[in-house]
């Protein structure tokens, strides 16, 4: 797929009606919504090709996603094709998981949940008893009851302000944000639902998937596990990459220009237009931030003090990840692994309140060609291996080299698996790495933490009441990281603007 780059195409302050800086998901969602209102939307993103964190890269038939692995909600990118009546799946397909992921923990015993609910019941009753096994359908239904309540409302809506503080669809909400759930941590919400202690890791699990704390966190994002165990998890046809690769077709088709390898500050002008340089000279009535704000504010419409503010938020995660290129793998291995730690409460403290290095991590082994058999050659296996860090704290080589060592102990002691004699390829995704690609802040996955009750409505919104027709969306603003949430974003800018 070719991209525009040719600066010379482009006459000097060509004017837009809307300019769109950033194309990952969000960037490209709303523009795709947007072109339904107007003519003439520029796309720019500084990489050379489109896509954000969804990247892709390949070595001797192996192919890795680079960035988000889990797929949920695939009604989202069905959307933006139904919205321009165009059949979804004449551009992008996508096929049930029917095991969604495999937790293994320290004593060898584990767990897989399973499309097939009967199955997943019988794996948990296996472990953590009949009791077990009724805890969990509880479990999922209040979870399930709490998201209709409150959950889909939020994630759906422009993050609630003062003014709006009293309104009466919002205020019927107060009631269930005061409930016991919500006001406790995930990690107490699940330790009062959950006897067994394999049990409660996996659904504390659920709050890694926007990089926080769930000894911290709310237990509103409980709801997480309704989305991927109730919803369902999914895996793309062509993997990660070929959701925005499907935007990307979708988008030139209908029209919007897309500049990659491109470069651009921001100026607000008297007039509350926009004056946009660098690389490419235009004029605008409207922003759309689809980047890291933090990044943003720093780089793009530089303003130190919107900078400072935001800086004081504490962090979400960041990675290391390891790209690995397996002669042979895990035959026994999923799509979806995780391998819990001794003591998960001390990893999150030295993660979160130490900040530092984890000396014993969860690690989670993502392999795409399980389900997608063209992603590896014949025999082999991609392995996209992850431990979390703190924002910001890039891990050297020794500590590389000390977590090859832990996974490849645990792997021997559970498969007498030989990692290393099995690698034929090695490349990682660090801190600064995730900075320099996707310009995430401190290379952390999703902007800001939910380490606490209100951080919720704490999190930048979708607009700035200093910069008129200036708009946000992606990972690092409300309602917040992860495909499902950077689309519901882009959903909601699209509605603020008028």
Same mark, same amino acid.
């Given at each position: ?9 482009? +006459? ?9 800086? @950033? ?66 799946? #004449? ?7 029917? #095991? ?57 809506? +422009? ?59 709310? @237990? ?18 062509? @993997? ?63 303003? @130190? ?55 014993? +991590? ?14 590896? +050659? ?47 390829? #090695? ?8 900075? #320099? ?62």
């Amino acid at each position: 797929m070719k991209f525009t780059t040719e600066r010379e195409i482009m +006459p000097k302050f060509d004017h837009y009606d809307v300019i769109i800086v @950033g194309g990952g998901a969000s960037g490209l969602a709303s523009a795709i919504r947007l072109k339904k209102r107007f003519n003439k939307i520029l796309l720019i993103e500084k990489n050379p090709r489109a896509g954000g964190k969804l990247d892709d890269f390949e070595w001797n038939g192996y192919r890795w996603d680079k960035g988000p692995s889990v797929f949920t909600e695939p009604n989202n990118i069905d959307q933006l094709f139904e919205l321009w009546d165009k059949n979804p799946r #004449e551009y992008f397909n996508f096929e049930p998981l029917d #095991e969604s992921c495999t937790y293994y923990f320290p004593d060898h015993s584990s767990i897989t949940l399973s499309s097939d609910y009967e199955k997943t019941r019988e794996q948990i009753a296996a472990v953590a008893g009949a009791k077990g096994r009724e805890e969990f359908d509880n479990y999922l239904k209040e979870s399930d009851a709490l998201f209709g309540k409150v959950g889909d409302y939020f994630i759906s809506n +422009p993050r609630p302000t003062a003014r709006k503080a009293f309104s009466k669809e919002l205020t019927s909400k107060y009631k269930h944000f005061l409930r016991k759930e919500v006001r406790q941590s995930l990690h107490t919400l699940n330790e009062r639902r959950f006897s067994s202690e394999y049990m409660v890791k996996i659904f504390d699990r659920f709050g890694t998937y926007i990089g926080s704390n769930p000894y911290r966190m709310s @237990g509103l994002y409980s709801t997480i596990s309704h989305v991927e165990i109730n919803k369902g998890a999914y895996f793309p046809i062509g @993997g990660m990459r070929a959701i925005v690769e499907s935007l990307i077709t979708l988008a030139e088709e209908i029209g919007i220009e897309i500049l990659c390898d491109t470069q651009v500050t921001v100026h607000p002008q008297p007039d509350k237009s926009y004056r946009v340089s660098g690389d490419v000279e235009a004029s605008t009535d409207k922003v759309i931030c689809a980047i890291d704000h933090m990044t943003f504010y720093n780089k793009v419409l530089v303003d @130190g003090k919107m900078e400072n503010r935001w800086r004081k938020i504490e962090r979400s995660t960041s990675a290391l990840v390891f790209y690995w290129a397996m002669k042979q793998g895990v035959k026994e291995f999923g799509v979806h692994n995780i391998f819990f730690s001794e003591d998960y409460q001390k990893e999150f403290s030295e993660l979160f309140d130490q900040k530092r290095l984890a000396d014993e +991590p969860t690690v989670y082994i993502h392999i795409s060609s399980v389900a997608h058999k063209e992603d590896a +050659p014949e025999g082999g296996q991609n392995w996209f291996t992850m431990v979390n860090v703190p924002a910001g704290v890039l891990p050297d080589e020794a500590y590389r080299e000390k977590m090859k060592d832990m996974i490849a102990k645990r792997l021997k002691e559970q498969f007498d698996y030989s990692l290393r004699e099995d690698i034929l390829f #090695e490349d990682w995704w660090d801190c600064d790495r995730i900075q #320099e690609h996707s310009g995430s802040y401190m290379g952390a996955l999703y902007g800001p933490a939910s380490n606490s009750l209100l951080s919720s409505i704490k999190r930048h919104g979708n607009t700035n009441a200093k910069y008129p027709n200036l708009y946000f969306c992606g990972g690092t603003v409300h309602p917040g990281g992860g495909i499902p949430l950077v689309l519901r974003s882009a959903k909601i800018v699209s509605e603020l603007i008028p």
